[in-house]
């Protein structure tokens, strides 16, 4: 099995930074895409910020220039960097990832338990 944590949010004033990280353990023979989407009260969830495994990038209108998404393959993680933060960021975060288990067996989709984050003053 394979899981993913996440961490990093919290609360912080418009305009400020901050940091989510996301560790993917257990039974990880290769890891393809992560991402992270996040779901505000109300709303469907969204995608904020892809990632390949040759680096590629792709990112939601809504935090190009903003937000920056990175990857360390030799830790399994996966991180965003949050600058410029607006109130309307505010939402639970999720990692996902699309992992593979073993050799010969197709990828599966994995998702984190979600991670708060408020902006406000």
């Known amino acids: 099995q394979v899981q993913l944590v996440e961490s990093g949010g919290g609360l912080v004033q418009p305009g400020g930074s901050l940091r989510l990280s996301c560790a993917a353990s257990?039974?990880?023979?290769?890891?393809?895409?992560m991402g992270w989407y996040r779901q505000a009260p109300g709303n469907q969830r969204e995608l904020v910020a892809t990632?390949?495994?040759?680096?590629?990038?792709n990112y939601a209108d809504s935090v190009k220039g903003r937000f920056t998404i990175s990857r360390d393959n030799a830790k399994n993680t996966v991180y965003l960097q949050m600058n410029s933060l607006k109130p309307e960021d505010t939402a639970v975060y999720y990692c996902?990832?699309?992992?593979?288990?073993?050799?010969?067996?197709?990828?599966?989709?994995?998702w984190g338990q979600g991670t708060q984050v408020t902006v406000s003053s």
């Open positions: 996902n990832g699309k992992i593979k288990s073993r050799w010969g067996s197709p990828p599966s989709e994995y």
């Open positions: 257990g039974s990880i023979f290769s890891i393809y895409a």
């Open positions: 990632i390949s495994s040759d680096g590629s990038t």
